[in-house]
Protein backbone atom coordinates (compact mmCIF):
# COMPACT_ATOMS: atom_id res chain seq x y z
CA UNK A 1 0.00 0.00 0.00
CA UNK A 2 1.38 3.72 -1.08
CA UNK A 3 1.19 6.46 1.17
CA UNK A 4 1.69 9.57 -0.46
CA UNK A 5 2.75 12.88 1.68
CA UNK A 6 2.44 16.65 -0.08
CA UNK A 7 4.45 19.54 0.74
CA UNK A 8 5.95 22.87 -0.34
CA UNK A 9 2.66 24.76 -0.51
CA UNK A 10 2.18 28.37 0.98
CA UNK A 11 1.33 31.55 0.52
CA UNK A 12 2.84 32.94 -2.71
CA UNK A 13 2.64 36.03 -4.93
CA UNK A 14 0.96 36.12 -8.28
CA UNK A 15 3.72 35.90 -10.71
CA UNK A 16 5.89 34.16 -8.45
CA UNK A 17 6.81 30.42 -8.17
CA UNK A 18 6.33 27.33 -5.87
CA UNK A 19 7.25 24.34 -5.88
CA UNK A 20 4.71 21.09 -4.59
CA UNK A 21 6.60 17.86 -3.40
CA UNK A 22 4.74 14.61 -3.56
CA UNK A 23 6.57 11.61 -1.29
CA UNK A 24 5.66 8.34 -1.29
CA UNK A 25 6.43 5.23 1.41
CA UNK A 26 5.28 1.70 1.39
CA UNK A 27 5.83 1.22 -1.97
CA UNK A 28 7.92 2.18 -5.14
CA UNK A 29 6.38 4.79 -6.94
CA UNK A 30 8.25 4.28 -9.96
CA UNK A 31 5.15 1.62 -10.88
CA UNK A 32 2.52 4.37 -11.01
CA UNK A 33 1.60 6.63 -13.14
CA UNK A 34 0.94 10.18 -10.42
CA UNK A 35 -1.49 12.69 -10.65
CA UNK A 36 -1.77 16.19 -9.13
CA UNK A 37 -5.50 17.60 -8.52
CA UNK A 38 -6.71 20.67 -6.68
CA UNK A 39 -9.63 21.78 -5.06
CA UNK A 40 -10.59 25.09 -4.61
CA UNK A 41 -13.53 26.14 -1.91
CA UNK A 42 -16.13 25.41 -2.74
CA UNK A 43 -15.41 23.26 -6.10
CA UNK A 44 -14.87 19.60 -7.26
CA UNK A 45 -11.80 18.73 -7.07
CA UNK A 46 -9.81 19.52 -10.29
CA UNK A 47 -7.24 17.46 -12.62
CA UNK A 48 -3.96 19.57 -13.23
CA UNK A 49 -1.07 16.92 -14.54
CA UNK A 50 -0.28 13.99 -14.72
CA UNK A 51 3.10 11.92 -14.93
CA UNK A 52 3.53 8.54 -16.99
CA UNK A 53 5.44 5.90 -14.93
CA UNK A 54 9.14 6.52 -16.12
CA UNK A 55 8.43 10.53 -16.50
CA UNK A 56 8.61 10.61 -20.08
CA UNK A 57 4.94 11.33 -20.68
CA UNK A 58 3.36 14.57 -18.99
CA UNK A 59 -0.23 16.22 -19.63
CA UNK A 60 -1.58 19.04 -18.09
CA UNK A 61 -4.71 20.64 -17.71
CA UNK A 62 -5.15 23.81 -20.29
CA UNK A 63 -4.98 26.40 -17.91
CA UNK A 64 -1.52 25.29 -16.56
CA UNK A 65 -0.22 23.96 -19.65
CA UNK A 66 3.12 26.59 -19.95
CA UNK A 67 3.05 27.56 -16.40
CA UNK A 68 2.93 24.16 -14.56
CA UNK A 69 5.60 21.49 -14.58
CA UNK A 70 5.26 17.96 -13.58
CA UNK A 71 8.54 15.88 -12.91
CA UNK A 72 9.57 13.25 -10.97
CA UNK A 73 12.90 11.52 -9.16
CA UNK A 74 11.97 7.48 -9.04
CA UNK A 75 15.23 7.06 -7.39
CA UNK A 76 13.62 9.60 -4.51
CA UNK A 77 10.30 8.20 -4.65
CA UNK A 78 8.84 11.76 -5.44
CA UNK A 79 6.92 13.27 -7.93
CA UNK A 80 7.07 17.42 -8.09
CA UNK A 81 4.65 19.93 -9.22
CA UNK A 82 6.47 23.47 -10.44
CA UNK A 83 4.20 26.28 -10.32
CA UNK A 84 5.67 29.25 -12.04
CA UNK A 85 3.61 32.64 -12.76
CA UNK A 86 0.99 31.35 -10.86
CA UNK A 87 -2.43 33.29 -10.35
CA UNK A 88 -4.87 33.99 -7.55
CA UNK A 89 -7.27 31.05 -9.19
CA UNK A 90 -4.62 28.91 -8.53
CA UNK A 91 -5.60 29.46 -4.87
CA UNK A 92 -6.68 25.51 -3.63
CA UNK A 93 -5.53 22.75 -1.82
CA UNK A 94 -3.41 20.52 -4.09
CA UNK A 95 -3.45 16.69 -3.60
CA UNK A 96 -1.35 13.79 -5.47
CA UNK A 97 -2.54 10.49 -5.89
CA UNK A 98 -1.51 7.45 -8.27
CA UNK A 99 -3.27 5.72 -11.21
CA UNK A 100 -4.38 1.90 -10.92
CA UNK A 101 -4.18 2.47 -7.06
CA UNK A 102 -6.22 3.96 -4.04
CA UNK A 103 -4.22 6.39 -2.76
CA UNK A 104 -4.19 10.20 -2.06
CA UNK A 105 -2.07 12.22 0.32
CA UNK A 106 -3.31 14.65 3.02
CA UNK A 107 -3.06 17.84 0.39
CA UNK A 108 -1.54 21.10 0.53
CA UNK A 109 -2.33 24.21 0.81
CA UNK A 110 -1.68 26.94 -1.83
CA UNK A 111 -2.69 30.38 -1.69
CA UNK A 112 -2.20 33.05 -4.28
CA UNK A 113 -1.51 36.49 -3.61
CA UNK A 114 -2.66 39.37 -6.22
Known amino acids: QVQLVESGGGLVQAGGSLRLSCAAS????????VGWFRQAPGKGREFVARISTTGGTQSYAESMKGRFTISRDNAKNTVSLQMNSPKPEDTAVYYC???????WGQGTQVTVSS
Open 26 to 33: GRTLSSYA
Open 97 to 103: TIYGGDA
